[in-house]
């Protein structure tokens, strides 16, 4: 049962409602106020959904309910215009915030009411909620009598997409856009330009897409696609056609789109269309196809003013949102030091630093977005050399840019790497996805405390809310973004809708097993990251048992296991202690909440050659920064990922039972070198063949050289990956392995994916 409904029950009514506490079923945002009542509507196929005749408001929400429950729950419903008797019934009220929406559940009828469009929505919302708590794919729908009184704690609640780096379809957007609303998300942050593609059209300035769309993925420069014969492509950009409809369609669902168009920094892709705007002669022939900081800026002159705001004229007959985001974040300033132009320049303008010449740049932008009724909003490098009168922060750099902001009178955006960048991963489980290596997870995400103590009240009303941000250098494909999206953005929702005193980390878990199940229904391919099962596995002296740790993240799950191979059902074995198994053995288990969570299950095949594999995820980098989780792209096969330190390619596996192990296999992977910075640390070791080596070093990186393995790129697998062995010395006891490997030049980054020990 959840907390919050105990905590919002009186004492005096546990006694008379404690046996219909149990089927109170889980809303993910949860509720501001819930209050349990006696009895239960039951909802039957062809019951009537109804609302005040000519209220178009009341009319969409009711109709979005009924296609929801039909697609979700398999439950048809049908909608009746003023019916006052309907089972659902929505209705205006006066007074209350925009978002706000009150629903009543008993046993004759589920009445929403709220003063405008958005409250309507969210009671449909949470309404489908309760409709969809059971898991049933069917059948009728019985409800627990319940007063709801519900609005959000922060009015920006959102999410940022990033589609320059990596395009998505409009389709994904357009489905994204739902499953945001479903989670009262109410802000996507569409990042549409940077120095790898410009994704929008811009009908004045066609060369920004035709030209600025357009790149060669890293992994394919001079090659040639053999169904065009010619150099491949990628990229791709949305006309103004699709624009408009998706931003209607996101109206509908109370989701802003507000856009982002990058200055004065992250500008190679428009600088190639249009190169008079550089700040020097160097040639910019194409957007970028590495990843990094950049030093391509756009040049201060009046012609680079003109550009930028014949683009934001049109940007803003797209887009209607009150914030227009222009980015100012990473802007390379060396090309303007460089520049006796720009310099004079500034001599003339009366300012002493690059800094302040920034921030004479956003604020030129600031005074025309304002002149158009239209706020700023920039990345906290903003801040530096002063802030325009207008603008906003998003603070992602840490909460320090947020607080400053605050602190001077400004609104600001929360969305810190430190949690809230959702390119991070979410554990250090060899199954997640490609990302930074640094870890993200749903607790920390939930546990983010949004209203810092160090600002005084006034100063906190500055914090207009909270944002998730999913940058996609690595992130490249749309299952991926669902991954990193979900179920982390359902802990977003509630950190975002419900004050920190209302905020309960076990009771979301509790209800976190439905939302898993929804998103089973509605297809999102989500981590199974905080249920899943994962094992610890420690080999016994004779090399006849294992000492087996099974863990998870959900404290408040209970863990089930078979050991015969057999299917983990309810009833099977409770996890309570450390297993001793004899090898081999086949190992299951998983994660319940009453029932079985969805996609929680562990499936191991245990013997003592699984006891010395290990993945790159789990191994030591011997330089932990920077590290980052990541994949061939564009993808291949089953898409292996693999943890590495782009500047030196190095692992140790720690304390290997080396005990009668007799050879080594290696699996290696062939990426591209994606960096544009190649800084003087890049270890490349000394290479003694053509591609380089895997070197197999004992206890530590520069001892004694077990085995020297050539790297051999003709024969990879299925999956890109190039499987190479060597035999090696015998050993008693523990030591560790360094794994090293040495290669010519940084282009490519050959880079370890797995590690098997190969016992007698």
């Keep these: 049962m959840t907390r919050l409904w105990i905590r919002t029950l009186g004492l005096s009514a546990v006694l008379s409602a404690l046996m219909s506490w149990a089927q109170v079923p889980s809303i993910i945002p949860a509720p501001l106020s819930s209050m349990a009542s006696t009895g239960t509507l039951t909802l039957k196929p062809n019951a009537v959904v109804s609302f005040d005749a000519g209220d178009a408001d009341a009319r969409f929400a009711a109709q979005y309910l009924v296609d929801t429950v039909a697609r979700t729950r398999g439950l048809k419903l049908k909608v009746v215009p003023g019916s006052a008797k309907a089972a659902v019934y929505f209705a205006r009220r006066k007074g209350g915030a925009a978002e706000s929406y009150d629903l009543t559940v008993s046993p004759t009828q589920a009445r929403i009411t709220a003063p405008e469009h958005a409250g309507l929505f969210y009671g449909a919302v949470s309404l489908w ?126 989701v802003t789109i507000v856009p982002e168009i990058e200055m004065p920094g992250h500008a190679t892709a428009p600088l190639a269309a249009y190169p008079e705007l550089r700040s020097d002669d160097a040639p910019v022939p194409a957007p970028s196809s590495k990843h990094g900081i950049l030093p391509n800026l756009y040049n201060p002159s009046e012609t680079t003013f003109t550009f930028l705001e014949n683009v934001l004229t049109e940007v803003m007959e797209l887009f209607p949102s009150t914030f227009i985001h222009v980015g100012g974040d990473e802007a390379i300033k060396d090309k303007w030091k460089a520049s006796p132009v720009i310099q004079a320049q500034m001599k003339a303008l009366g300012i002493k630093t690059e800094d302040e010449m920034q921030s004479y740049f956003i604020k030129r932008i600031d005074t025309f977005l304002t002149a158009h009724h239209r706020r700023t909003l920039g990345w906290d490098e903003i801040l530096e050399g002063g802030l325009a009168p207008g603008a906003a922060v998003m603070s992602w750099r840490g909460m320090e840019g947020g607080i400053n902001a605050a602190r001077q009178g400004h609104d600001a955006i929360l969305t810190p790497h430190n949690p809230l960048y959702f390119n991070y991963r979410q554990s250090d489980a060899a199954f997640e996805a490609p990302g930074r290596a640094a870890i993200n997870s749903l607790a920390e995400v939930y546990r983010f405390d949004a209203a810092p103590a160090i600002l005084t009240p006034d100063q906190r009303a500055h914090i207009l809310g909270i944002q998730a941000s999913l940058w996609t250098e690595y992130v490249t494909t749309e299952d991926r973004i669902e991954w990193m999206l979900f179920p982390r953005s359902a802990a977003l929702a509630e950190l975002g809708w419900l004050p920190a005193p209302k905020r309960d980390w076990n009771g979301f878990l509790e209800r976190l097993p439905a939302e898993l199940r929804r998103y089973e229904r509605l297809g999102i391919r989500f981590a199974p990251t905080a249920f899943a099962v994962r094992s610890k596995e420690q080999l016994n002296g004779d090399a006849t048992k294992v000492r087996v740790e099974l863990f998870n993240q959900a404290s ?158 003709s024969k990879p697998d299925a999956n890109g990956i190039l499987r190479m062995g060597s035999a090696l010395p015998l050993h008693t006891g523990n030591h560790d392995l360094c794994f090293k490997i040495v290669r010519p030049q940084a282009d490519p980054l050959w880079v370890l994916n797995a590690v098997q020990l190969q016992p007698r």
């Design 129 to 254: 909620s309760l409709m969809t708590a059971d898991g049933a794919k069917q059948g009728p729908v019985k409800l627990q009598a319940v007063k709801i009184v519900d609005e959000p704690a922060m009015p920006w609640r959102g999410i940022m997409l990033d589609s320059a780096r990596h395009m998505q379809s409009i389709e994904f957007i357009t489905k994204l856009v739902d499953w945001m609303a479903l989670h009262k998300l109410n802000t996507l942050h569409w990042h549409l330009t940077d120095d790898q593609g410009w994704r929008l059209e811009i009908k004045r300035y066609p060369k920004l897409t035709s030209v600025g769309g357009y790149r060669t993925l890293a992994s394919q420069q001079g090659l040639t696609d053999p169904t065009t014969g010619k150099a491949y492509v990628y990229g791709g950009f949305y006309t103004q056609a699709q624009v408009r409809v998706l931003v209607a369609y996101a109206a509908a669902r109370n």
């Design 556 to 713: 408040v799950s209970t863990l089930r296991y078979t050991t015969d191979g057999s299917a983990v059902t309810a009833t099977s074995a409770k996890y309570e202690r450390p297993l001793e198994l004899a090898l081999p053995t086949h190992l299951r288990a998983a994660a319940f909440v009453e029932s079985e969570v969805p996609r929680s299950a562990l499936d191991r095949a245990l013997n003592v050659e699984t006891t010395h594999h290990r993945f790159s995820q789990e191994m030591t980098l011997c330089s932990p920064d920077p590290t980052i989780g990541m994949e061939q792209d564009p993808p291949v096969g089953n898409r292996p990922v693999t943890l590495a330190n782009y500047h030196n390619a190095c692992w140790i596996y720690k304390q290997a039972d080396m005990q009668n192990v007799r050879a080594v296999s290696v699996d290696v992977i062939k990426l591209a070198y994606l960096f544009a910075e190649r800084p003087s640390n890049l270890n490349l070791g000394v290479a003694h063949t053509k591609f380089g080596e895997v070197e197999v070093h004992e206890d530590t990186c520069t001892g004694a050289l077990l085995a020297s393995i050539p790297i051999d790129p």
